[in-house]
């Protein structure tokens, strides 16, 4: 279970002065509340108001606006930390049970999406959109287990997570979600090659550049395990979030950026895995 009663790192002093100016509700949130953020993470503040996200620089750090709405964001709000407008933030914090259940409603929701996702590789003709909606399926129950377990993903944390998590149950249906990612190709040549179909993936996104910076980060320290992971997870959304005629025309491109295999035979063999683990998770 995350321990949110764990010391918060320090805020450095020109984001809170950033913050403070914001004439509405501020609070950090993100990996940078927790000890396991890494020098190329960003502070993410939640701005309670409507707006469209963005990320800029404050003295030298990378900041993402994340503009919160009407709708629920319980668990991205867990452990958040209030920079400006503390009297509206004690209407606004996240009581400790609510937070386990919405965690535990999420992480069923993302097991309820790898077999969603499991169901599109079997409908799909193209081998590679095959491949790519198998490890779309791999990303989902990775975030799902550890949601169950207790702990809030954080995508670029998500392999160190699964290491520090008590595994349990769970350990069975994680590897076999490894196995489906492809963790064990994790090179740098493999890395390279899809950095650049990330890139075009990303092209109009506004987190590109901060997204690259933190796959470069990781590349050269080489951390590839993670990078790998990361780049593919990064990859598996954007491309999740496209139309089937996009996955068949531009099925090489996803094949780049997720350096997919067509080998069906192994695919079907490792999905069979990752469905039973996905059923598993869903009737634990």
Not at 8 to 28: E, R, S
Not at 159 to 172: N, S
Not at 223 to 241: E, F, H, R, T, W
Not at 245 to 256: D, V
Request: hydrophobic residues 40%; glycine residues 6%.
């Amino acid at each position: 279970m995350q321990d949110n009663n764990l010391p918060t790192p320090p805020v450095p002093a020109a984001i809170k002065k950033y913050a403070a100016n914001i004439p509405h509700p501020v609070a950090l949130i993100g990996c940078r509340t927790s000890e396991m953020s890494l020098d190329c993470c960003e502070y993410d503040l939640a701005v309670f108001a409507k707006g469209d996200n963005q990320v800029l620089q404050v003295d030298g750090h990378a900041v993402e606006l994340v503009h919160i709405d009407d709708k629920d964001h319980t668990v991205d709000l867990g452990g958040m930390v209030a920079l400006n407008d503390k009297f509206i933030f004690s209407s606004k914090s996240v009581a400790p049970e609510k937070y386990r259940k919405a965690l535990a409603a999420a992480g069923k929701k993302s097991l309820i999406s790898s077999l969603f996702y499991q169901q599109r590789m079997n409908q799909a003709k193209n081998p590679l959109v095959a491949a790519m909606w198998l490890k779309v399926a791999a990303y989902e129950f990775i975030a799902g287990s550890l949601a169950l377990s207790g702990n809030r993903p954080m995508p670029l944390h998500e392999p160190e997570q699964i290491r520090q998590a008590d595994a349990g149950g769970i350990a069975e249906g994680v590897q076999a979600a490894f196995e489906c990612i492809g963790v064990e190709r994790a090179t740098r040549p493999a890395i390279s090659r899809s950095l650049e179909a990330i890139q075009e993936l990303k092209s109009k996104d506004y987190d590109r550049d901060l997204v690259m910076s933190k796959i470069r980060h990781l590349l050269d320290k080489r951390m590839l395990a993670d990078c790998y992971y990361y780049a593919g997870k990064i990859a598996g959304k954007s491309l999740a979030g496209r139309s089937d005629t996009f996955h068949n025309r531009y099925s090489k491109l996803a094949q780049l950026a997720l350096d997919l295999t067509s080998d069906l035979n192994h695919l079907q063999k490792l999905q069979r895995s990752l469905f039973r683990a996905a059923n598993g998770g869903l009737r634990g």
